[in-house]
Protein backbone atom coordinates (compact mmCIF):
# COMPACT_ATOMS: atom_id res chain seq x y z
CA UNK A 1 0.00 0.00 0.00
CA UNK A 2 2.38 2.21 0.63
CA UNK A 3 4.37 1.63 -2.59
CA UNK A 4 1.28 2.24 -4.40
CA UNK A 5 1.51 5.95 -2.70
CA UNK A 6 5.18 6.89 -3.55
CA UNK A 7 3.45 6.02 -7.28
CA UNK A 8 0.50 8.01 -7.43
CA UNK A 9 2.41 11.07 -5.55
CA UNK A 10 4.85 10.95 -7.98
CA UNK A 11 2.81 10.29 -10.83
CA UNK A 12 0.68 13.65 -9.63
CA UNK A 13 3.90 15.32 -9.29
CA UNK A 14 4.72 15.04 -12.80
CA UNK A 15 1.42 15.87 -13.90
CA UNK A 16 1.49 19.33 -12.61
CA UNK A 17 4.84 20.66 -13.67
CA UNK A 18 4.67 22.41 -16.80
CA UNK A 19 6.32 22.66 -19.62
CA UNK A 20 7.95 25.84 -20.80
CA UNK A 21 4.69 27.34 -21.43
CA UNK A 22 3.98 30.87 -19.89
CA UNK A 23 0.21 31.49 -18.92
CA UNK A 24 -1.37 34.50 -21.15
CA UNK A 25 -4.39 34.09 -19.92
CA UNK A 26 -7.70 32.63 -19.44
CA UNK A 27 -11.55 32.63 -19.18
CA UNK A 28 -14.23 30.92 -17.78
CA UNK A 29 -16.71 28.90 -19.75
CA UNK A 30 -18.81 26.79 -16.90
CA UNK A 31 -19.50 27.36 -13.76
CA UNK A 32 -18.93 24.94 -11.04
CA UNK A 33 -20.47 25.06 -7.31
CA UNK A 34 -17.22 22.89 -5.62
CA UNK A 35 -13.75 23.51 -7.15
CA UNK A 36 -12.35 25.80 -10.12
CA UNK A 37 -15.14 26.60 -13.23
CA UNK A 38 -14.03 25.05 -16.59
CA UNK A 39 -12.16 27.87 -18.61
CA UNK A 40 -10.18 27.92 -21.84
CA UNK A 41 -6.55 28.95 -20.98
CA UNK A 42 -4.48 30.71 -23.53
CA UNK A 43 -0.33 29.91 -22.97
CA UNK A 44 2.50 31.11 -25.15
CA UNK A 45 5.75 29.64 -25.06
CA UNK A 46 9.07 30.18 -27.61
CA UNK A 47 10.41 27.60 -29.80
CA UNK A 48 13.32 26.70 -28.49
CA UNK A 49 15.69 25.92 -31.51
CA UNK A 50 14.23 28.96 -33.64
CA UNK A 51 14.65 32.83 -32.17
CA UNK A 52 12.10 34.77 -32.90
CA UNK A 53 9.05 32.43 -33.08
CA UNK A 54 6.44 32.84 -30.27
CA UNK A 55 3.39 29.84 -30.57
CA UNK A 56 0.48 30.67 -28.87
CA UNK A 57 -2.32 27.56 -27.57
CA UNK A 58 -5.17 27.42 -26.22
CA UNK A 59 -7.17 25.00 -24.77
CA UNK A 60 -9.80 23.47 -22.37
CA UNK A 61 -9.48 23.21 -19.06
CA UNK A 62 -11.66 20.98 -16.88
CA UNK A 63 -12.50 22.39 -13.85
CA UNK A 64 -14.57 21.30 -10.72
CA UNK A 65 -13.50 18.68 -7.57
CA UNK A 66 -11.80 16.57 -10.46
CA UNK A 67 -9.82 19.48 -12.24
CA UNK A 68 -8.58 21.19 -8.80
CA UNK A 69 -7.15 17.74 -7.70
CA UNK A 70 -5.25 17.58 -10.89
CA UNK A 71 -7.37 14.33 -11.75
CA UNK A 72 -9.63 15.74 -14.73
CA UNK A 73 -8.85 14.79 -18.45
CA UNK A 74 -9.13 18.02 -20.13
CA UNK A 75 -10.32 17.69 -23.69
CA UNK A 76 -8.44 16.65 -26.93
CA UNK A 77 -8.89 19.70 -28.61
CA UNK A 78 -6.56 22.66 -28.73
CA UNK A 79 -5.94 25.52 -31.53
CA UNK A 80 -2.03 27.05 -32.39
CA UNK A 81 -0.69 30.12 -33.79
CA UNK A 82 2.77 30.73 -34.39
CA UNK A 83 3.72 34.32 -34.70
CA UNK A 84 7.43 35.81 -36.15
CA UNK A 85 7.87 38.29 -33.14
CA UNK A 86 11.09 39.22 -33.74
CA UNK A 87 14.36 39.04 -36.25
CA UNK A 88 14.02 34.83 -36.87
CA UNK A 89 17.34 32.74 -36.90
CA UNK A 90 18.30 29.47 -36.78
CA UNK A 91 21.73 29.16 -34.70
CA UNK A 92 21.79 25.20 -35.83
CA UNK A 93 20.62 22.93 -38.64
CA UNK A 94 17.01 21.80 -37.62
CA UNK A 95 15.63 18.59 -37.68
CA UNK A 96 12.86 18.29 -40.79
CA UNK A 97 10.60 17.00 -38.07
CA UNK A 98 10.75 16.89 -34.35
CA UNK A 99 8.89 17.83 -30.88
CA UNK A 100 8.89 20.77 -29.56
CA UNK A 101 6.41 21.30 -26.60
CA UNK A 102 4.35 18.55 -24.64
CA UNK A 103 2.28 18.60 -21.78
CA UNK A 104 -0.27 16.64 -19.48
CA UNK A 105 -3.31 16.70 -20.38
CA UNK A 106 -4.47 13.52 -17.65
CA UNK A 107 -2.87 12.04 -14.62
CA UNK A 108 -1.20 9.57 -16.82
CA UNK A 109 -2.64 8.47 -20.47
CA UNK A 110 -2.88 11.75 -22.42
CA UNK A 111 -0.75 14.42 -23.75
CA UNK A 112 -0.84 17.81 -25.61
CA UNK A 113 2.14 17.64 -28.22
CA UNK A 114 3.11 20.57 -30.78
CA UNK A 115 5.56 19.37 -33.88
CA UNK A 116 7.55 21.69 -35.50
CA UNK A 117 8.42 20.57 -39.16
CA UNK A 118 10.78 22.09 -41.84
CA UNK A 119 8.80 23.19 -45.69
CA UNK A 120 12.29 24.20 -46.95
CA UNK A 121 10.99 24.82 -50.51
CA UNK A 122 8.56 27.15 -49.00
CA UNK A 123 11.12 28.57 -46.55
CA UNK A 124 8.77 28.26 -43.42
CA UNK A 125 7.80 26.62 -40.21
CA UNK A 126 5.15 24.01 -39.85
CA UNK A 127 3.51 23.98 -36.12
CA UNK A 128 1.43 20.55 -35.52
CA UNK A 129 -0.45 20.67 -32.40
CA UNK A 130 -2.57 17.40 -31.48
CA UNK A 131 -3.47 14.88 -28.24
CA UNK A 132 -1.49 11.51 -27.98
CA UNK A 133 -3.42 8.92 -25.46
CA UNK A 134 -1.70 5.58 -24.62
CA UNK A 135 -4.72 3.30 -26.38
CA UNK A 136 -6.47 5.39 -28.18
CA UNK A 137 -4.82 8.94 -29.99
CA UNK A 138 -7.50 11.92 -31.12
CA UNK A 139 -7.34 12.94 -35.03
CA UNK A 140 -8.05 16.59 -33.57
CA UNK A 141 -5.09 18.55 -34.36
CA UNK A 142 -4.49 21.93 -35.50
CA UNK A 143 -1.74 23.39 -37.83
CA UNK A 144 0.01 27.12 -38.52
CA UNK A 145 3.02 27.98 -40.40
CA UNK A 146 5.39 30.72 -39.98
CA UNK A 147 7.56 32.22 -43.11
CA UNK A 148 11.03 32.84 -42.83
CA UNK A 149 11.96 35.63 -45.26
CA UNK A 150 14.59 34.24 -47.97
CA UNK A 151 17.15 36.20 -46.55
CA UNK A 152 17.13 33.78 -43.65
CA UNK A 153 19.15 30.92 -43.56
CA UNK A 154 17.31 27.57 -42.47
CA UNK A 155 19.49 25.01 -42.24
CA UNK A 156 17.82 21.44 -41.79
CA UNK A 157 20.24 18.22 -40.76
Known sequence: MRAWLLLLSSVLLLACTRADAEK????????????????????????????????????????????????????????????????????????????????????????????RMVDAKRHALIYLTYSERLIDGSPMNAITAVPVDRATALPVK
Request: aromatic content about 6%; overall charge negative.
Open 24 to 115: VGEVDTAFQWIGPNHKIVVDAFDDPKVQGVTCYISRARTGGISGAVGLAEDKAEASIACRQVGPISVPQPLPQQEEVFSERMSVLFKRLRIV
